[in-house]
């Protein structure tokens, strides 16, 4: 009895720690951004800045290669690009020429994403901009 007892309790807490694990919000990637050059508090129409971009591919094995990483902006424009560095393990570095387009807001933003079965990633960098000019 006291053998079934302790079978019980033990596959009670591995069943629990199963369930607390699998509830974490953990993606397959981690992106972050850096400003290296041209930092401002505010930017206007046609600032270019140079932003360093990383991503951390937290799980080992993913079917999406690194050149799937997407950009996109809001009142920001990518023109330019290095190749995909691999840093170290699993961290993979680029740095991004990016030109102030502006919009209405004057809330900038500039967006990666990272598509795969495994939760995919996201990250923004976010600025100021100057607000429009009035006609």
Aim: glycine share 10%; hydrophobic share 35%.
């Amino acid at each position: 009895m006291k053998n079934t007892f302790k079978i019980l309790k033990l596959s009670t807490l591995i069943l629990f720690f199963f369930f607390i694990a699998g509830n974490g919000k953990a993606k397959a990637c981690e992106i972050k951004f850096q400003i290296v050059k041209n930092e401002k508090t505010i930017y206007n129409v046609g600032d270019e800045l140079v932003v360093r971009v990383v991503v951390e591919k937290t799980h080992r094995r993913c079917e999406t290669g690194i050149d799937a990483t997407e950009f996109s902006g809001d009142g920001l424009k990518v023109t330019a690009a290095t190749p995909w560095k691999e840093t170290g393990n699993g961290f993979f570095t680029r740095e991004l020429k990016v030109k102030v387009t502006g919009n209405k807001n004057g809330k900038l933003v500039l967006y990666a994403k990272r598509t795969c079965s495994k939760q995919g990633g996201m990250g923004k960098l976010e600025l100021k901009g100057a607000p429009p000019k009035k006609k």
